[in-house]
């Protein structure tokens, strides 16, 4: 008897949760290392990048809210 992987019932819906919480993740630790180099080093650059990473996970946070309201009604 063949046992079933221990992933087999996750989900597109739930995938594509997890992938937004990590790149959600992703951009504020990006944009708080660029913080960090921006206090240490300086440049314009570094104060943009940042701004964009963290404009980025708020929209992807708006996104992943809008995701789960429009499949509340589908299972996993």
Known sequence: MVAAP????????N???LFISMAVALCLGFGSWCVWRFREAGGAGMLAAAAVSFASAVGL?????WF???M???SS
């Open 6 to 13: 221990p992933f087999d019932d996750v989900g597109l819906k």
């Open 61 to 65: 946070t708006f996104y992943g809210n």
């Open 72 to 74: 509340k009604g589908i």
């Open 68 to 70: 789960v309201k429009k």
């Open 15 to 17: 995938i594509h949760l």
